[in-house]
């Protein structure tokens, strides 16, 4: 099911930027009991992208009400909102009158096992390097070949996630996740600062942290970091939290920092 | 004038993976006397980024037979070809059977004056970087907001091309043409092994000075080295070659090296 510019149709033109450059935005929201979870954070994310690219704002409420009509048909779903420079001509200059496509889609809900939140997953390293971008770095855009690689280098089901580096060998991400290890009583996570995309999930487990005094430090950090970590999880909006409890041939248990935060998300996390 | 998968058409289906990913590749080639200029060497380039991003091929004569077919209704113009790796389910992970699309389309030549390639342009530097990434370093993706970010640099039409740096700030290419410099007898552009695409004119003329004993260096190079240069030229398939007369504040000549391959590709620039 997947409305255009609040039209039932699933097809763009050709000449939508977003399909010749990518020229565009996207948001990935979890459906809970019919409705977007966390919409205010990804209403919040998808206006810094449209600041940072210079696409003009969708109307908030206008986008709230054509997401709530679409979520109504799925107990549990996961909307997809993409929001594009619009129709343009050929060549990168943006046209003088901008007019954004806005295209919001219903999927199902990925059939995930339990075992995933409960138990872990089995994690590996791309190759596939993130490039460097300071503009482009936090922002949810269209330009997603380097993920595409990343998850094209593996078919092996055993594995789960792969582990993204950026180009100075620092661990940023997973393909479709943010990643974060506890060491000693602190929480880390890839600062987003030149490249990685700065996730929800990842937004509110920082805010709750910060909060609820656990400590938290957005760094740049090594392999060797990472693999010296107590406890290792990835998360977006749709998983929620998953342990990784194999990386490089290394075990980890699903810790009490890994536990307490899926508690803190709880009836989140119990409703996906 | 769109052709979609051999059919007039044009839309595409929000599920491609072009518009959802930049998940595909494209050409841009000129029409001259209503056929595909240097067909032989967009089609080449067209092979080796779908085997980079691992996108079945198009079949060679069928697409070869519908870019005729759409050139003849232009005796001058611009053909765009776009492969995408076709519909896929939400999230990065290739489907297993790739049906990939093909999308055809015919534009209008640009409408620039002839003092361009005769007198020269004025270029600038911007502030986007190229990321680094040497596996989509060459191809011509769809992944192209670093492009569509630097051409927003400016708007002044007294400018018409910006040079963009990758994140090692080493020159690359401009936003839409590459960059050459000649310096005492000795032509140079951009290593395309980080960062940059590899354009069918700067092939061509490298190909040229090789068989017609001018030496032509491909390094990666600074500003300082570039603005030290004897002469300064963009080109691409559209465009043939535009000599740089200013840049940075630094005026340069129409020179020598510059007039001489605008001769050897006599016919085709001054069909264009």
Same mark, same amino acid.
Request: one cysteine or more; hydrophobic letters at 40%.
């Given at each position: 099911?997947?409305?255009?510019?609040?039209?039932?149709?699933?097809?763009?033109?050709?000449?939508?930027?977003?399909?010749?450059?990518?020229?565009?935005?996207?948001?990935?929201?979890?459906?809970? %009991?019919?409705?977007?979870?966390?919409?205010?954070?990804?209403?919040?994310?998808?206006?810094?992208?449209?600041?940072?690219?210079?696409?003009?704002?969708? *109307?908030?409420?206008?986008?709230?009400? +054509?997401?709530? *009509?679409?979520?109504?048909?799925?107990?549990?779903?996961?909307?997809?909102?993409?929001?594009?420079?619009?129709?343009? %001509?050929?060549?990168?200059?943006?046209?003088?009158?901008?007019?954004?496509?806005?295209?919001?889609?219903?999927?199902?809900?990925?059939?995930?096992?339990?075992?995933?939140? +409960?138990?872990?997953?089995?994690?590996?390293?791309?190759?596939?390097?993130?490039?460097?971008?300071?503009?482009?770095?936090?922002?949810?855009?269209?330009?997603?070949?380097?993920?595409?690689?990343?998850? !094209? +280098?593996?078919?092996?089901?055993?594995?789960?996630?792969?582990?993204?580096?950026?180009? *100075? !060998?620092?661990?940023?991400?997973?393909?479709?996740? *943010?990643?974060?290890?506890?060491?000693?009583?602190?929480?880390?996570?890839? !600062?987003?600062?030149?490249? %990685?995309?700065? %996730?929800?999930?990842?937004?509110?487990?920082?805010?709750?942290?910060?909060?609820?005094?656990?400590?938290?430090?957005?760094?740049?950090?090594?392999?060797?970091?990472?693999?010296?970590?107590?406890?290792?999880?990835?998360?977006?909006?749709?998983?929620?939290?998953?342990?990784?409890?194999?990386?490089?041939?290394?075990?980890?248990?699903?810790?009490?920092?890994?536990?307490?935060?899926?508690?803190?998300?709880?009836?989140?996390?119990?409703?996906?």
């Amino acid at each position: 099911m997947i409305l255009v510019n609040g039209e039932f149709r699933d097809y763009i033109e050709i000449a939508d930027r977003g399909f010749q450059y990518g020229d565009g935005l996207f948001e990935t929201i979890a459906v809970v %009991g019919g409705k977007p979870a966390f919409w205010h954070q990804h209403w919040q994310r998808l206006q810094s992208g449209c600041r940072c690219l210079n696409i003009p704002l969708p *109307n908030p409420e206008i986008l709230f009400s +054509e997401a709530k *009509n679409l979520c109504r048909q799925a107990d549990k779903g996961v909307l997809k909102i993409i929001v594009t420079r619009g129709a343009g %001509g050929r060549g990168y200059r943006q046209p003088n009158d901008i007019v954004p496509n806005r295209v919001l889609s219903l999927h199902p809900f990925p059939d995930y096992p339990d075992s995933y939140k +409960e138990k872990g997953i089995t994690a590996r390293f791309c190759t596939t390097r993130l490039g460097l971008n300071t503009v482009l770095a936090g922002i949810k855009h269209l330009n997603r070949l380097e993920q595409v690689l990343a998850r !094209a +280098e593996w078919t092996d089901p055993a594995i789960q996630e792969g582990i993204m580096l950026d180009n *100075n !060998a620092h661990v940023i991400e997973g393909t479709m996740t *943010n990643l974060f290890y506890a060491k000693n009583d602190t929480l880390y996570t890839s !600062a987003i600062v030149q490249a %990685g995309i700065a %996730g929800v999930m990842r937004h509110i487990i920082l805010s709750l942290s910060s909060s609820r005094g656990l400590p938290a430090v957005e760094h740049l950090y090594s392999i060797n970091e990472l693999l010296s970590a107590d406890e290792i999880f990835v998360c977006n909006s749709i998983i929620g939290i998953w342990p990784v409890n194999r990386i490089a041939d290394t075990d980890y248990p699903v810790g009490p920092k890994t536990k307490l935060i899926q508690q803190w998300l709880g009836g989140y996390n119990q409703e996906m």
